[in-house]
């Protein structure tokens, strides 16, 4: 089955405290991102990956890192965690080229930062 | 990127079609009109996109007005499970397919 996994789904952590939210899919796929999502902001671009080793900055970057090594999957990294980052996070992935905005969304992973 | 205005909320009988309208009045000639549901909290599902034709899937039709200023998203038979917001997206063709949300609208489905 085509699919896009996250973990972990929920995270409740202190902050500063190092975490990393993963993030696999299994459809081959070149383009991969992560998204937040927040009451009343909607969702926002984190970061996006056009394909292994190839990274960039989406609109909402500050306090977050990500690295991709290998093409399934796309780690999410925040190295000193704060309250305001707080949220429910989704990771996605496409293909490159015409189909690229039919994007396949992972299940979430809410975080609480306390 | 082109803005798009839909309504915030609207209500469909089961088993009724359910018309949802978009308004993308600036949209340029090479950005696609995509559509996208998120039931509650889960992540956005992909429903449809189209540039000027109409297109039809299994789960919806898109009509897209000879303009390109508006279309409509039409689920032929509504039912519980297709509660949910449902996002009008314009997207052009370009490097960082980045999907730009709004509000969208909630569509609620009653019995």
């Known amino acids: 089955e085509a699919q896009v996994t996250q973990n972990p789904r929920y995270l409740i952590t202190v902050t500063g405290k190092k975490l990393t939210v993963t993030c696999s899919q299994n459809m081959n796929h070149e383009y991969m991102s992560w998204y937040r999502q927040d009451p009343g902001l909607g969702l926002r671009q984190i970061y996006y990956s056009m394909n292994v080793e190839v990274t960039d900055k989406g609109d909402v970057p500050e306090g977050y890192k990500v690295s991709r090594k290998e093409k399934r999957n796309f780690p999410l990294i925040l190295e000193s965690p704060s309250p305001n980052q707080t949220s429910l996070y989704f990771c996605?992935?496409?293909?490159?080229?015409?189909?690229?905005?039919?994007?396949?969304f992972g299940p979430g992973t809410r975080l609480t930062v306390t | 990127d082109a803005k798009t205005t839909q309504p915030p909320s609207m209500d469909c009988a089961e088993g009724r079609a359910a018309n949802l309208p978009c308004n993308h009045s600036t949209i340029s000639g090479n950005e696609y009109v995509y559509w996208y549901r998120q039931i509650h909290s889960q992540g956005p599902q992909y429903i449809i996109h189209g540039l000027k034709n109409n297109e039809t899937n299994e789960m919806a039709s898109l009509i897209i007005t000879e303009d390109r200023k508006s279309s409509t998203l039409i689920l032929p038979h509504a039912t519980l499970r297709d509660t949910a917001v449902y996002y009008c997206?314009?997207?052009?063709?370009?490097?960082?397919?980045?999907?730009?949300f709004g509000a969208g609208t909630t569509v609620t489905v009653r019995a």
């Open positions: 996605a992935s496409s293909s490159a080229g015409y189909r690229s905005y039919e994007q396949y």
């Open positions: 997206i314009v997207a052009p063709v370009s490097n960082d397919y980045k999907l730009s």
